[in-house]
């Protein structure tokens, strides 16, 4: 029996070298899970990082290795900021314009690039080399205001040097990010990452800087150190809050108003034995 060309079958519009790493690549991915549709989210990156973007062909072979639909695999590719519907810049800058980035100057940082770059939210400049985003928050706000290019940080900015780091990458330079990898690589490269397929770049530059470990040579500093895990004296159980029992003191049976607004309007006080309401029928 003659065997199928890869691809034979496939509805992708991917030539057949594409198709054929595209397929190698895959099946490593959904084989790192017992129920394949959990490779999803890595195929998304894994296709994004050929085409610059998740293109229809890319639904497509997504869908047909894993045994999806094309609608449900548009409807995880939309919902994710991450997974673009349209091509990408060489490089994501994202501005954080959150609470704290924003009163640290992050608004100010976005003005100034969407009028330099003549772009605006998730617009690509006009030789495809940044799409400029607002990012409501980069997760750094002890470096803010936070700029972000390819996922990669770049702390402590003002608006003259968010221009600065753009112009450098318009014109092809290296550059190197405030923590983390040495260089900035391109949105494509890092979509294979974020794959799952590494670079061998993991261990490159300063993970965490001053601000962040601020609480840790403060600690040290004063010796605190964490509490032992081997107690020599068994941890005592708080005292369960008993409720007073109906009609002992502080249970609600004997609680009386504070004023005469407690009680309802138009309502009379509390009935005594006995005592009946005017005009009431004994």
């Not at 070298?17 to 959904?30: F, G, P, R, Y």
């Not at 084989?31 to 062909?57: E, F, I, K, M, N």
């Not at 060489?90 to 704290?100: A, E, M, R």
């Not at 010796?223 to 068994?234: K, L």
């Amino acid at each position: 029996m003659t065997a199928e060309p890869v691809g034979a079958r496939s509805r992708t519009g991917y030539d057949a070298e594409t198709l054929a790493a595209l397929t190698a690549d895959a099946e490593q991915i959904v084989a790192r899970y017992p129920d394949p549709r959990s490779g999803l989210l890595p195929l998304l990156h894994l296709v994004q990082s050929v085409d610059g973007y998740v293109s229809r062909d890319g639904i497509l072979f997504c869908a047909e290795q894993l045994e999806m639909t094309a609608a449900e695999v548009s409807a995880v590719a939309t919902f994710y900021t991450q997974y673009k519907r349209h091509p990408n810049g060489t490089y994501t800058v994202g501005v954080c314009t959150n609470t704290l980035c924003a009163v640290m100057g992050g608004d100010a940082i976005f003005d100034r690039l969407s009028e330099h770059l003549d772009v605006g939210h998730d617009e690509t400049t006009e030789d495809g080399s940044i799409t400029l985003e607002r990012v409501e928050c980069n997760a750094a706000c002890d470096y803010a205001p936070v700029m972000m290019v390819n996922w990669e940080f770049f702390d402590n900015q003002t608006p003259d040097s968010a221009v600065e780091v753009a112009d450098r990458l318009r014109a092809g330079e290296q550059v190197a990010p405030t923590r983390g990898a040495a260089s900035v690589c391109s949105f494509r490269q890092t979509s294979r990452v974020l794959a799952g397929f590494t670079d061998g770049r993991a261990d490159e530059g300063v993970g965490a800087g001053g601000p962040t470990l601020e609480g840790l040579r403060i600690a040290r500093e004063q010796g605190w150190t964490a509490p032992s895990a081997d107690r020599s004296e068994p941890a005592v159980e708080p005292a369960a809050e008993v409720p007073p029992e109906t009609g002992t003191a502080q249970s609600s049976a004997e609680r009386k108003p504070a004023t005469t607004q407690d009680e309802k309007p138009g309502m009379p006080d509390a009935a005594e034995p006995g005592k009946g309401t005017e005009g009431s029928d004994d």
